[in-house]
């Protein structure tokens, strides 16, 4: 009988302290709120920061042009386009002194 009675005492506390646990672990957390939210703070998106600068185009650049038609024979776009080279050399439509491309 003993036995019984302290594998019962022991069921007993096993479940108090698992009711403790839980009941303990199971409270609200910080409310999150959109002035606490961490990404987007005064609706503000942390992309908009990032400044970009327009490209500037001088003499003796080397410009890959593609050209593009909405037209169903895109055939007539090939003598423009000139094919990426893969041998390391460069290829594409150079800058004149004057700032002028030739295509």
């Given amino acids: 009988m003993p036995n019984k009675n302290r594998l019962s005492?022991?069921?007993?506390?096993c479940l108090i302290i698992s009711c403790t646990c839980l009941f303990f672990s199971c409270t609200t957390s910080k409310?999150?709120?959109?002035e606490t939210f961490i990404y987007f703070q005064n609706n503000l998106d942390s992309i908009k920061n990032i400044q970009s600068k327009?490209?500037?185009?001088?003499?003796s650049d080397l410009l890959s042009i593609q050209?593009?038609?909405?037209?169903?024979?895109?055939?007539q776009t090939l003598?423009?386009?000139?094919?990426?080279?893969?041998?390391?050399?460069s290829s594409g439509y150079l800058?004149?002194?004057s700032g002028n491309v030739e295509m």
């Fill in 79 to 89: 003598p423009f386009n000139i094919p990426a080279s893969a041998g390391g050399t």
């Fill in 31 to 34: 409310k999150t709120t959109k």
């Fill in 54 to 59: 327009e490209p500037v185009i001088q003499n």
């Fill in 95 to 97: 800058v004149s002194m």
């Fill in 67 to 75: 050209v593009l038609s909405t037209s169903l024979n895109q055939e």
């Fill in 9 to 13: 005492l022991l069921l007993n506390y």
